[in-house]
Nanobody, 122 residues
């Protein structure tokens, strides 16, 4: 079992930055690929980014490529999402997830955090 707790969300103006954190506990964190997803009101949950257990491989949604950076600190059991140049369309609840596969598909992740709200004002 893996427990995930996100933090770092908030209200920011267009063009601003936020850094989300996801602290993991329970099963061996270092062996699990991690992902970030987001869900805006009335929309389906969508893939944002994922990182391999080794930190070598990363993937990003086209909508955030060049603006967001995923990273992880295996010594601290934490994964991060640095979000720069934020836009109003980035407004959503952001979830971190842990899974067996490094994937862009939400159903491939078995463990989820409770989410953290990110609101970007125009």
């Amino acid at each position: 079992q893996v427990q995930l707790v996100e933090s770092g969300g908030g209200l920011v103006q267009t063009g601003g930055s936020l850094r989300l954190s996801c602290a993991a506990s329970g099963r061996t964190f270092t062996s699990l690929p991690m992902g970030w997803f987001r869900q805006a009101p009335g929309k389906e949950r969508e893939f944002v980014s994922t990182i391999s257990s080794s930190t070598i491989n990363t993937l990003y949604a086209d909508s955030v490529k060049g603006r967001f950076t995923i990273s992880r600190d295996n010594a601290r059991n934490t994964v991060f999402l640095q979000m720069n140049s934020l836009k109003p369309e980035d407004t959503a609840v952001y979830y971190c997830a842990a899974g067996i596969l490094m994937s862009t598909v939400a159903n491939h992740y078995s463990y989820w955090g409770q989410g953290t709200q990110v609101t970007v004002s125009s």
